[in-house]
């Protein structure tokens, strides 16, 4: 894809999933494929900026989407509905990915800052541990 689209300077989006960028603890196996995807690509997009190439890729990790599979997902479990992103919204994010360029989209934005903000909070000091739940109250209350 990437001679494809070398010569019209094109961009990449790659689809794949939060549990890439934060690990989840219910799904290792999947979480280690989806962080050697991202990491293969991050990687590829790094070597396109040193060659000074006019491609890029972006990154989606996306949470849980409002699809036919998650609505379902939801009547059989304690998932609020309010962490589920809305797909067109979704859609829309990955679109504007083609202008923006950046390397990662994270799309329910506050779910990917919550898991990345927990798996930080697992390798701080007992001294910090009030501070840090205090900062992570406040951002959950605030959305």
């Known amino acids: 894809a990437v001679v494809s689209t070398q010569s019209t300077g094109g961009h990449i989006t790659v689809t794949s999933s939060i549990a890439g960028e934060a690990p989840v603890a219910i799904a290792p196996l999947y979480s280690a494929t989806k962080h050697a995807m991202n990491g293969f690509f991050y990687s590829i997009n790094q070597e396109l900026a040193i060659r000074k190439s006019n491609v890029s890729i972006s990154v989606a990790a996306l949470g849980l989407i409002k699809t036919d599979a998650v609505a379902h997902l939801l009547s059989s479990t304690n998932i609020p509905e309010y962490t589920i992103g809305s797909l067109a919204e979704c859609s829309m994010r990955m679109i504007e990915s083609l202008v923006t360029r950046h390397s990662t989209i994270s799309y329910p934005y506050w779910n990917t800052?919550?898991?990345?903000?927990?798996?930080?909070?697992?390798?701080?000091?007992?001294?910090?541990?009030n501070k840090y739940k205090h900062m992570v109250n406040l951002y959950v209350k605030s959305n």
């Open 113 to 129: 800052v919550f898991r990345r903000s927990m798996w930080q909070l697992a390798g701080i000091s007992k001294a910090d541990e």
